[in-house]
């Protein structure tokens, strides 16, 4: 509060020492001179007003950013944010208008004034510092969000659970009994490159962690996650967690940034999908046969403790049925429910005509319709609930059609949507997709996919990096 109180009175001095004309120029003066400068993972946007020098993340290496200000009151003031004040505070909205109230840390107080929250800093800026500022923000998170979407794309790491253990970060791949992740680690010990050229002669220990290599390249390291209160000596399920090596940030670091892209391959560095398989496919099986008379073990035993996370989900081009829509539609209405933000229009508005468009067609008898028209109803606020619920028969399949037009044609002319309502036509998309008879063409599939991949993919990026840690 005391921060608050003291920019908001640092701002009119400011705003009273513009009235005299002959400190008029020596403001000016005072501001930056614009510019964007990259240089390998470094990037630095520069506006008359505001300065944001970022370090972008690199794989699993996080960024942060000093955000410095040129307005004379506040020049010796330097905010330095985290990877995770980054992601949490300055994500959401970009690209978006002051006005439209899409972004976290910025709310306008008056025409001319706004408050902005900046790591554990507030301050009150000009509608001309909260414009520079936006700005930068806007071309510092484009580029360190694409960052991190080009090393999980690379790495295929989107369908595996993201865990920090200790120093390290990595990713869940399956999880194993403890008798096998033993044996694993037995055969990773005799079959150490150093003692043989067999062609399972590319393993080498590392404490509890198994390196994927043969001495030159390495391909993989794979680690076990054990919860704190359980032990290796307990029966217990082994997480096996996917890590790359950290020689390629040593890479990063020399300014090769690109370098462990280029090597990513079988005979570079192994992705977490591929990864996965060879591990579940042919390392596995290899350490069962190889112990398995010599131990006498049960095959059936040690497999059946394998619990293999598989996803549960067609990618959305390969989507031919209409319910295989739905585990994408959930996950978007998870994310709306949870956002509680404004969110640009452009980003729902061939998303509501789409799905509005490949529903359309429902046979009316559809189960469920007093929930259809109570979600559409409360999006347009017309009735209350209990009324909703005393007239609910009255309406029709034919009558929500009619209410998703009207809020096509309401987000058509909007710059921005509120996630409340976004949230509850999804359901509505969700229960007429479970529930209908639905007659469409794959014109409208099609479309229908089309619109829902950058959605899911904002909402995925958003709960994956942005709302884990709020």
């Known amino acids: 509060m005391n921060n608050l109180w003291r920019n908001a009175k640092y701002n009119l001095i400011e705003k009273i020492i513009r009235r005299y004309p002959d400190l008029q120029d020596f403001l000016e003066t005072s501001n930056f001179e614009p510019s964007i400068k990259r240089e390998d993972s470094r990037l630095v946007v520069v506006r008359p007003k505001v300065a944001i020098a970022c370090n972008l993340p690199k794989a699993f290496a996080e960024g942060n950013c000093e955000i410095d200000f040129s307005n004379i009151i506040l020049r010796n003031l330097k905010i ?60 510092v998170c484009q580029e360190y969000k694409k ?8 790495l295929e ?12 970060r ?71 967690l996917y890590k ?4 390629y940030l040593q890479f990063m670091k020399k300014g090769k940034v690109t370098y462990w892209q280029q090597d990513i391959g079988v005979k570079g560095t192994w992705t977490a999908r591929y990864t996965k398989h060879w591990l579940l496919e042919k390392y596995i099986p290899q350490v069962i046969s190889y112990y398995l008379q010599k131990f006498q073990l049960s095959e059936s035993e040690l497999l059946a403790e394998i619990i293999n996370y598989k996803g549960d989900r067609l990618e959305i081009k390969q989507i031919n049925e209409i319910k295989d ?21 452009t980003l729902l508005q061939s998303y509501y005509q789409a799905f509005t468009d490949l529903i359309r067609n429902t046979d009316s008898s559809i189960t469920g319709i007093d929930y259809i028209i109570r979600n559409l109803l409360a999006v347009q606020w017309k009735n209350t609930q209990t009324e909703i619920l005393d007239n609910y028969r009255q309406y029709n399949f034919k009558y929500a059609i009619n209410c998703l037009e009207e809020q096509i044609a309401k987000i058509n002319n909007n710059k921005y949507e509120n996630s409340f309502p976004a949230d509850l036509i999804t359901r509505t998309f969700i229960w007429i997709i479970e529930n209908g008879k639905i007659s469409f063409s794959q014109a409208q599939l099609n479309a229908a996919k089309q619109a829902l991949q950058p959605l899911w993919e904002e909402s995925r990026f958003q709960m994956r990096h942005v709302f884990v840690n709020l």
């Open 325 to 345: 829509l739905l585990p994408y539609l959930r996950d978007i209405q998870s994310w709306l429910h949870i956002s509680k933000t404004n969110i640009p229009a």
């Open 80 to 139: 330095t944010l985290n990877h995770q004040d980054i992601l949490n505070q300055l994500m959401i909205g970009l690209n978006t208008q002051l006005d439209w109230s899409c972004r976290l840390f910025l709310k306008q107080l008056d025409t001319d004034t706004f408050q902005v929250n900046l790591g554990k800093i507030t301050l009150i800026l000009s509608e001309l510092e909260a414009l520079d500022l936006c700005f930068c923000v806007d071309v």
């Open 244 to 247: 790359i090596n950290d020689v």
């Open 147 to 154: 960052s991190i979407i080009e090393f999980e794309n690379s």
């Open 157 to 168: 790491t989107w369908d595996f659970e993201f865990v920090e253990v200790a120093n390290f």
């Open 170 to 240: 990595g990713f869940i791949l399956f999880s194993v009994g403890e008798k096998l992740w033993k044996l694993m680690l037995q055969f990773a010990d005799e079959f150490d490159y150093s003692k043989g050229k067999s062609e399972w002669h590319l393993f080498n220990r590392e404490d509890i962690s198994i390196r994927v290599s043969r001495g030159i390249r390495d391909h993989a390291f794979i680690l076990p996650k054990i919860d704190n209160h359980l032990s290796l000596t307990s029966n217990n399920k082994i997480n096996i």
